[in-house]
């Protein structure tokens, strides 16, 4: 049974308002935290070309991202015909942010990959229509000067 009394009914209120905004707190924590690590490593980082994909990416997948030490890092240098790729080795995504639908192609890939816990170890590239492409040449994964990035093993 319910409390009849309007200051119970407050107060239950007021937890439920808090609770839910230390959960909102923590879910925008994991996003500021995936576009800090990406302006740490990419070299293509910019607040204006990282955020807006970062932020299209559900949560959940985030925190994979954060959990397995992966990094989402834009990169103008990838072809129009080959705009999103996951560099296995490196745990990196990226995408050519002045391609459209590259993000949303990156977006999509991130949030099957997590929801299988699939990362396989080869380089995967996708078109800006989100078709796997094969035998596809692409620019080598670059890290800001300085940052050392760790090789997965098999």
Same mark, same amino acid.
């Given at each position: #049974?319910?409390?009849?009394?309007?200051?119970?009914?407050?107060?239950?209120?007021?937890?439920?308002? $808090?609770?839910?905004?230390?959960?909102?707190?923590?879910?925008?924590?994991?996003?500021?935290? =995936?576009? =800090?690590?990406?302006?740490? /490593?990419?070299?293509?980082?910019?607040?204006?070309?990282?955020?807006?994909?970062?932020?299209?990416?559900? /949560?959940?997948?985030?925190?994979?991202?954060?959990?397995?030490?992966?990094? #989402?890092?834009?990169?103008?240098?990838?072809?129009?015909?080959?705009?999103? $790729? !996951?560099?296995?080795? $490196?745990? =990196?995504? =990226? !995408?050519?942010?002045?391609?459209?639908?590259?993000?949303?192609?990156?977006?999509?890939?991130?949030?099957? #990959?997590?929801?299988?816990?699939?990362?396989?170890?080869?380089?995967?590239? !996708?078109?800006?229509?989100?078709?796997?492409?094969?035998?596809?040449?692409?620019?080598?994964?670059?890290?800001?000067?300085?940052?050392?990035?760790?090789?997965?093993?098999?």
């Amino acid at each position: #049974m319910f409390p009849s009394h309007p200051l119970a009914r407050l107060s239950g209120a007021l937890a439920l308002c $808090i609770a839910s905004s230390a959960f909102a707190q923590s879910d925008r924590e994991i996003t500021e935290g =995936a576009i =800090a690590l990406s302006a740490d /490593v990419c070299p293509g980082h910019s607040k204006d070309r990282t955020t807006p994909t970062v932020r299209q990416v559900p /949560v959940g997948a985030l925190r994979v991202l954060r959990e397995r030490g992966f990094v #989402m890092c834009p990169d103008r240098r990838l072809d129009p015909g080959a705009p999103a $790729i !996951w560099y296995g080795e $490196i745990g =990196a995504y =990226a !995408w050519n942010p002045e391609v459209e639908g590259a993000d949303k192609v990156i977006v999509k890939q991130i949030d099957a #990959m997590t929801r299988k816990e699939e990362f396989p170890m080869e380089t995967l590239v !996708w078109d800006a229509q989100g078709k796997a492409l094969q035998n596809q040449t692409v620019p080598r994964f670059e890290a800001r000067p300085g940052i050392i990035v760790r090789v997965r093993k098999h």
